[in-house]
């Protein structure tokens, strides 16, 4: 039986030139997809509340080896992985405080079992005994404009809610001008107490929580080290070490008229 040999035509370079396009194309295609995923991953790791005890979030991401096992270690089933098409860094643990919050579990089973120190068992120990009262997993942050209780109707749900009773949620009582005879309860995250346990957010009781967690660096502001709190001892020992440098300029002899019509520095 005879075969027959196809004879293959060299590639001309037209074809060549097409070939490749379509491959670059395809290459930049993906590439866009991978970097689009990867600016979505680093936008919400930014937002993402982690266990107790985690470290910053960009070490984090460098210490945590995906193993699970503070997740499977967690009574509540609060602590998730995150997994393909979530848009968070895969692998890694977080909570949804709506869904699930943490229930502030004073043995902190998720954090001794994490073998690299990503959840660093120092940072939630007090007097050698872990300390869940001392977590810091973010802040609670009330909306003023949609928290039925700054409407002047009577709610506490959060307050009631929250572990650290009457220490991380306050109520402050104000007269409601409006009725004059009614007071407004307002709630008041109190910033140095609150762990971010986001027990407030599950109870909120409006159809989108008014009270929501969010990490503590981007919910917080910074007065800067240049401003001191005069009546806080402790505050003013940042300036025992701090040093002043004085600039000076030279005051112009010439009117406010004159110095712009000169035409200096202008060309």
Known sequence: MSQTKIKREPISDRRKFILNMARGAGLATMG??????????????????????????????????????????????TLLLAKAGDNKPLGTPYFVPRDMPCYMCPTIPCVPVCPTGA??????????????????????????????????????????????????????????????????????????????????????VTEKAAIFVLPREVALGKAGDHYIKGWDKNDEKRLENASSKTTTTEISKETAVDSLNDGKGLY
């Not at 991953?41 to 096992?69: H, M, Q, W, Y």
């Not at 009631?160 to 009582?173: F, K």
Request: glycine fraction near 6%; hydrophobic fraction near 40%; charged fraction near 20%.
């Open 119 to 204: 959840l660093d068992e120092k940072s939630v120990t007090k007097n050698e005994k872990l300390d869940i009262n001392i977590a810091d997993m973010g802040i609670a942050v009330v909306d003023q404009s949609n928290c039925i209780a700054f409407w002047g109707i009577q709610c506490d749900a959060c307050y009631r809610a929250c572990p650290l009773l009457g220490v991380a949620i306050t109520i402050e009582y104000s007269k409601n001008e409006r009725t004059g005879k009614h007071a407004f309860m307002k709630p008041v995250v109190q910033s140095e107490s609150c762990t971010g346990c986001g027990m407030c957010e599950r109870a909120c």
């Open 32 to 77: 866009g997809f991978i970097w689009s995923a990867y600016v979505d991953e680093v936008t919400a790791s930014s937002l993402l509340l982690r266990p107790p005890g985690a470290i910053n979030e960009s070490d984090f991401l460098k210490t945590c080896i995906k193993c699970g096992l503070c997740v499977l270690a967690c009574p509540y089933n």
